[in-house]
């Protein structure tokens, strides 16, 4: 039973990546201004504020740290130590996934002012017509 579980974290440990890298890019491109956001655009705000609680608190993914106590409960002892990436990707150096990590965040961050900042009123004005 420990084994599906993890298997699941694994899966939204993924899918979460998935949607914060495709949310960074949306964030690039300024999609956080239009409204309303679509249910994504709020996962990955979700995701981006639960990672930036998760990493000023506890400094671990809460998803890696969930996965990894549900290894320990193994009888094979099948617990892993270090980040998501490093186990999975292990071909991805430590430094490529630091810097990946901040420039998310970072972006994560730019995104939640994107939100948060009052939309531009349009400043065309309609002529009036006099007869």
Not at 71 to 87: C, V, Y
């Amino acid at each position: 039973m420990f084994a599906t579980l993890a298997g699941i974290v694994v899966f939204l440990h993924l899918a979460a990546i998935l949607v914060e890298v495709c949310g960074a890019i949306a964030a690039l491109q300024g999609r956080f201004r239009q409204r309303p956001l679509r249910l994504w655009h709020s996962a990955y705000l979700g995701i981006v504020l639960v990672k930036a609680i998760a990493f000023l608190t506890v400094a671990a993914c809460p998803l890696t740290m969930l996965e990894q106590q549900l290894r320990q409960q193994l009888p094979s002892g099948s617990a892993w130590s270090g980040t998501f990436i490093e186990h999975y990707l292990p071909f991805v150096p430590f430094e490529v996934d630091l810097v990946a990590s901040i420039a998310l965040l970072a972006i994560g961050a730019a995104a939640w002012i994107q939100l948060l900042t009052p939309r531009e009123i349009s400043s065309t004005v309609t002529p009036s017509r006099d007869n």
